[in-house]
C-alpha cells in the first residue's frame, strides 16, 4: 500500500442498516429481513459466500443480485407458492423500478 492509498473498513451490519430494500413477500416482516440480511452480511466474507453488500469505488452499495432464496428450503418455498408469496425476483423487480 503506498503512502497515498487509505484504506477503510466498512461495518457491513451498519451498511445492511443503512442500505437494505423492502424485504420480498416471504419474509413476515422487516425486522425478520434485516435480521437475515445481518447475518449474511457477516459471513460474506467467507470463501464462496456472496455478498451482501458491495463496494464500489470505496463506497458500500446493496447487492441487488444477492440471492436471498440460496437458503429456503422445499418445505418453506412450497409454503410460499401456495400462498403466493414466493418471489424469487423481488429485488431485481426493485432494481428496475429505480
Not at 451490519?13 to 424485504?23: E, G, L, N, S, Y
Not at 437475515?36 to 458500500?60: C, T, W
Not at 432464496?69 to 423481488?90: F, G, I, V
Request: with cysteine.
Amino acid at each position: 500500500m503506498s503512502g497515498n492509498e487509505i484504506r477503510t473498513r466498512i461495518n457491513l451490519t451498519d451498511a445492511v442498516m443503512d442500505f437494505q430494500p423492502h424485504h420480498p413477500p416471504c419474509f413476515l416482516n422487516q425486522s425478520l429481513w434485516v435480521e437475515y440480511l445481518k447475518s449474511a452480511a457477516a459471513s460474506q466474507n467467507h470463501a464462496g459466500e456472496q455478498k451482501v453488500i458491495l463496494i464500489v469505488s470505496g463506497n458500500p452499495q446493496f447487492n441487488m443480485n444477492f440471492n436471498f432464496c440460496e437458503d429456503c428450503t422445499s418445505k418453506l418455498q412450497d409454503a410460499m407458492k401456495s400462498t403466493k408469496r414466493c418471489k424469487p425476483n423481488h429485488l431485481l423487480e426493485l432494481k428496475e423500478k429505480k
